[in-house]
Structures are given as structure tokens and as C-alpha cells.
């Protein structure tokens, strides 16, 4: 039956989700739960899409990432594909209007990893939107529920929180990033020479994209607020903790939040949330 292969898949999604990302699969539980497997089949679709890149070092990552690109306008197209999470993600795309304006800009910022070691502003400026802020609005995408006025009048605050995440990200990765895959993201740094001055002009145009992406967060509708505020507050402790370490640790360690410190931050974000302290 198609209803169980539709299954099969979704369930695909959510595993891949609880096993690459403790602080995404808190996060979506707590959605309200018709838009669970929604977000889990973007995760999913994401995650893989980024392995390809990240880690399949001993392959032909360039032909696999056109390959993945082509499965993925073909099961568009289609409406089904034999590949679970691709099967997942176009079920998702194709109910809520994921087009290619947002899928094309998130598989242009994989390739982009293929090329590219330094990034100069402009190519920045367009990894971070393909890489992070579109992911954003193809979730806003299911959060309005199909309502395009909502979209437009909270999409610049949800670009901007994707923007923050991936910004904190690459602080948080900046040793990996160059040691393994020999990138810098951020434009005119160099590694070899990371600096308390350097992170501190980081952080500010990072407290400047939360900033904006939290009052998004309050505009939300309610079966969406407190998964994404979840989110948001997972990363405002990373940010914390990054922001308290010297500029030398950041660039030799990779700072965390632990497991134990996220279920508490799920506590009392509930807490704030259910007594409308957002």
C-alpha cells in the first residue's frame, strides 16, 4: 500500500533526525504533531544533501550531489521516489509549495563546498542563504499552512534566525572546517590568526541577526513557537558560551552545549512558553 511506503518514509526522516541532531529532534517533538513529519522529511532531506559534502571523502562527492539533485527534481516531478528520504522531502514540497526558488539555492550552497575554501562576501552572503536561511523558509513554509500573507510578513525574521544559526555554527566548527575540509567561511579571516578583535566583530553581526530572528519567533503561530523557540534558546547558550571563551579556545575547541543542559532548556522554555513569557 502507498499509505504504508508514505509511512516507511517519514519514519525514515524522523530517524535520521534523532540520530544526527539531539537539539533538531528536541526541538520538533515539541511541534505541535501534524507538523512533525512535515519538518522531520526537511531535516532529512537537508542532512543528507550535507553529508554528500561533508563526508563521503573517499567518493566522487561532484557526481553524487548532481545525482542527489536530479533524484530530487525528478521526485518532485514524479510524486514518489524509491529513495526514502528524497520520497519524504517531495511529499512535504510538493503539499505545502517547496519550489525549486528555495530547493536550487540549498543545492547551489552544497556545491559551493565542493569548490570553494574562502569565501569573500558576496559568495558568504550567498552560502548563508542557500545553506541556512532558505532551509528556514521552506519550514515557515509548513508553519503558515499554506498561508502566503503569514510567509511574507515573517520571512526576513526567519532568514535572519537561520542566518544566526549557521553563523554560530561556523564559529562553533571553525577548527574542523579548516583542519578537515580546509574552509574558512567567515570573509577576510584567517584561522592561523583567529583573534579576540575578529570574534567579537562576529558576535555582533550574530546578536544582530537573533536579535531580529526572535521577534519572528514571537509572530509564530502557536503550534510552531515553542519548537523553534526551543531552538533558538539551544543556540543562545551556545552563542554564551562561545562569547565567554577566549578567542585561542574557540579556535582550537569545539564548544558545547551538553545533552543534560538541553532537556533543561526544553523545561523551562515550556515554562515560558506556557505562561506567555516568550
Known amino acids: 500500500m502507498l499509505s504504508l511506503y508514505n509511512q516507511v518514509c517519514r519514519e ?9 541532531s539531539t537539539s533538531f529532534s528536541l526541538g520538533i517533538r515539541v511541534f505541535d504533531k501534524p507538523l512533525r513529519a512535515p519538518i522531520y522529511g526537511i531535516y532529512g532531506f537537508v542532512r543528507f544533501a550535507d553529508e554528500i559534502v561533508d563526508t563521503f571523502h573517499d567518493k566522487d562527492k561532484a557526481t553524487l550531489l548532481q545525482r542527489f539533485r536530479e533524484d530530487t527534481y525528478r521526485a518532485l516531478e ?65 508553519f503558515v499552512q499554506g498561508d502566503e500573507a503569514e510567509y511574507e510578513r515573517l520571512k526576513d525574521p526567519a532568514r535572519a534566525l537561520g542566518s544566526a544559526f549557521q553563523k554560530i555554527n561556523f564559529l562553533r566548527d571553525i577548527k574542523s572546517d579548516y583542519e578537515e575540509r580546509g574552509r574558512v567561511y567567515f570573509p577576510g579571516v584567517d584561522y592561523n590568526h583567529f583573534d579576540q578583535a575578529t570574534k567579537e566583530a562576529i558576535e555582533a553581526d550574530i546578536k544582530a541577526d537573533f536579535d531580529y530572528g526572535y521577534e519572528g519567533i514571537k509572530q509564530l503561530p502557536t503550534s510552531a ?12 547558550k551556545l552563542f554564551q558560551k562561545i562569547k565567554r571563551s577566549p578567542a585561542t579556545q574557540v579556535a582550537e575547541e569545539r564548544i558545547r552545549v551538553p545533552d543534560g543542559r538541553k532537556v533543561y532548556l526544553l523545561a523551562t522554555s515550556a515554562v515560558r512558553a506556557r505562561f506567555g513569557m516568550l
Open 78 to 142: 514524479e510524486g514518489i521516489s524509491l529513495n526514502p528520504v528524497l520520497h519524504a522531502f517531495q511529499e512535504v514540497a510538493n503539499e505545502y509549495g517547496i519550489g525549486r526558488d528555495l530547493i536550487d539555492p540549498f543545492l547551489d550552497s552544497m556545491a559551493m563546498d565542493l569548490d570553494f575554501s574562502r569565501y569573500h562576501d558576496d559568495l558568504y552572503k550567498q552560502y548563508i542563504y542557500g545553506s541556512a536561511e532558505v532551509v528556514g523558509l521552506m519550514c515557515l513554509k509548513v
Open 225 to 236: 513557537r515553542l519548537g523553534v523557540y526551543l531552538a533558538y534558546t539551544y543556540y543562545l
Open 12 to 20: 525514515c526522516a524522523s530517524l535520521i533526525t534523532r540520530r544526527y
